[in-house]
């Protein structure tokens, strides 16, 4: 009967681990992104589009 409690338990740490890593990821990656300038951001982006593309010919 301990067993089955200290199972239960197991997969609830699972879990609240999964759910403490996605929301951290999410919120760090909120912060990153708000911290750039969107312009520069997409600037940038096409900038390296553009390299991208031309060492692939």
């Given at each position: 009967m301990a067993e089955e409690q200290e199972k239960d338990y197991f997969w609830f740490y699972?879990?609240?681990?999964?759910?403490?890593?996605v929301v951290g990821v999410l919120f760090f990656k909120?912060?990153?992104?708000?911290?750039?300038?969107?312009?520069?951001?997409?600037?940038?982006?096409?900038?390296?589009?553009k390299q991208v593309e031309s060492a692939r010919r």
């Amino acid at each position: 009967m301990a067993e089955e409690q200290e199972k239960d338990y197991f997969w609830f740490y699972i879990g609240a681990l999964i759910l403490v890593v996605v929301v951290g990821v999410l919120f760090f990656k909120s912060r990153e992104m708000s911290s750039v300038p969107y312009k520069a951001y997409e600037e940038t982006k096409a900038e390296v589009e553009k390299q991208v593309e031309s060492a692939r010919r």
